[in-house]
């Protein structure tokens, strides 16, 4: 018996400064799981159980004196509805498409409270961060990704916008009385063969007001030499194969108000270039009745370049029911109405798509979700 405490002692002196190593250490995490049922305008699909961006990661620091810090990232995206690709991929442009850790964001970099952050690695754009808080309905059927930052069908074309992107370099600025930047440079894939070398990149800059009840926000980004027959949800990448001639850019603005208990939300979109062009605009509105919040959302787009009939309209309203501070239960109705020759699909990442042309698609779902 002596003997084994013994070596539990010893155990501990050794294994202290390991445990002193990573008491910065934290695990956290979403599970966001529905019940959809949808209509494509053919055949009402059975219920499925879908998985709602559910996703794990583990992040750190190191105080390295003098106020700089190294930090660290990892996180992943999680199936939770046995399906072996996780949502969309995770939107990657220039990394793979599986569940191992990378496919969301994924970094190390330096910190100082005075100067800001500065990471490599796999990254969600400034583009796509600038509004994403505006969106009620992020991760369901009622997404407003369904047309912001796309282009109809999903994002089947390497100009898709509201990325994460691989091969990133970002920085984000403190906070500046309510104000900050944050801008990416993104780099094509490495080309194995010489000849041919990777000219694929991309940049993003935005910059967000926030304070007390008023968010305001702006953001551009700009893609070069990128491919239009490219996938940049399955993985296929926009950056990777640098045999791109296409060069498109976007911009786009939002603000939110908070009155009481009342949140009103807008953005607008405008996307240019070799790939496509259209326009889209959002707005929204929500109210909280104790532990019960009510929204609704509009979102459409216009003509995808200028061709008779390629936009779209997407209403969601819903209510969410906080159990806790970490528990929610979500009840969403979306439809998206399509013009008639618009391809525009129901959900984020081209959940639930059209059955022919210009048919509408509607759906309700009702789901969990627990973050930790």
Not at 256 to 280: C, M, P, Q
Not at 307 to 333: E, H
Request: charged share 15%; net charge neutral.
């Amino acid at each position: 018996m002596q003997k084994k405490l013994i070596a539990l002692a010893v155990a501990s002196v050794f294994a202290a400064p390991a445990f002193a190593a990573t008491s910065n250490v934290d695990v956290y995490g979403s599970i966001n799981v529905s019940l959809d049922n949808i209509d494509n305008g053919a055949v009402r699909s059975n219920s499925m159980v879908t998985n709602n961006n559910s996703f794990l990661g583990v992040k750190g620091s190191e105080d390295l004196g003098g106020g700089l810090s190294a930090v660290w990232q990892l996180e992943t995206n999680v199936s939770f509805d046995g399906n072996g690709k996780s949502v969309a991929a995770g939107k990657n442009l220039g990394t793979g498409g599986s569940n191992l850790f990378g496919t969301r964001n994924t970094y190390v970099g330096l910190s100082s409270k005075s100067i800001g952050t500065v990471v490599a690695g796999v990254h969600d754009t400034p583009y796509k961060m600038a509004t994403g808080k505006l969106d009620l309905f992020v991760g369901t059927i009622g997404d407003y990704n369904t047309i912001f930052g796309s282009a109809g069908g999903g994002c089947g074309n390497s100009s898709c916008f509201d990325l994460r992107t691989g091969n990133t370099i970002a920085y984000l600025s403190p906070n500046f009385g309510g104000f900050d930047v944050k801008a990416a440079y993104v780099m094509g894939e490495g080309n194995k063969v010489p000849a041919t070398p990777n000219r694929s990149s991309a940049y993003s800059l935005s910059g967000t007001y926030a304070n007390g009840p008023l968010f305001v926000t702006a953001a551009y980004e700009k893609h070069t030499n990128v491919n239009a027959d490219s996938n940049c949800n399955t993985g296929a990448t926009c950056l990777t194969t640098g045999t791109g001639t296409n060069d498109d850019h976007a911009w786009k603005i939002g603000a939110g108000f908070n009155v009481g208990d009342l949140g009103l939300g807008a953005a607008y979109e405008k996307i240019g270039g070799d790939s496509f062009k259209r326009t889209a605009w959002m707005a929204n509105a929500s109210y909280k009745l104790g532990s019960i919040k009510l929204k609704a959302q509009y979102t459409t787009a216009g003509k995808v370049n200028s061709a008779a009939d390629t936009g779209a309209d997407q209403w969601a309203v819903g209510a969410d029911y906080s159990m806790s501070k970490r528990t929610t239960i979500q009840a969403t109705y979306a439809k998206l109405n399509n013009d008639a020759a618009g391809t525009w699909v129901l959900g984020q990442g081209a959940t639930y798509k059209q059955s022919t042309t210009g048919a509408d698609v509607d759906g309700f779902s009702i789901g969990i979700k627990h973050t930790f």
